[in-house]
Nanobody, 122 residues
Framework: VQLQASGGGLVQAGGSLTLSCTASGRSFNYYAMGWFRQAPGKEREFVGGVSWSGDITEYTDSVKGRFTISRNNAKTTLYLRMHSLKPEDTAVYYC????????????????WGQGTLVTVSS
């Protein structure tokens, strides 16, 4: 599976942005997927995850109510809709997938996209 993330950019605090992650490979529909982010000088952290069917989602507490993760298996695309963005959301955002049981566990993911930079100005 190859993943290609896109949609990052510069946005003012309070603004919105939608990230996309397009997957190639026929296993996409059978894997859970997740978004992670890494700010400068910090470890890569879990943002949100979605089950293979799309009906189960999880989020880290800091983005609950502001971010929405979803997937379109027909288009083999994962999305992260981000609203009410804050400067602390600034990071490189990565999509990932694999035979994951716990979407929050970074170590369970096998395939990673290249990352897309989100910068939120105050």
């Amino acid at each position: 599976v190859q993943l290609q993330a896109s949609g990052g950019g510069l946005v003012q605090a309070g603004g919105s942005l939608t990230l996309s992650c397009t997957a190639s490979g026929r296993s996409f529909n059978y894997y859970a997927m997740g978004w992670f982010r890494q700010a400068p000088g910090k470890e890569r952290e879990f943002v949100g995850g979605v089950s293979w069917s799309g009906d189960i989602t999880e989020y880290t507490d800091s983005v609950k109510g502001r971010f929405t993760i979803s997937r379109n298996n027909a288009k083999t695309t994962l999305y992260l809709r981000m609203h009410s963005l804050k400067p602390e959301d600034t990071a490189v955002y990565y999509c990932a997938t694999g035979t994951v049981r716990d979407v929050k566990n970074r170590d369970e993911y096998t395939y990673w996209g290249q990352g897309t930079l989100v910068t939120v100005s105050s």
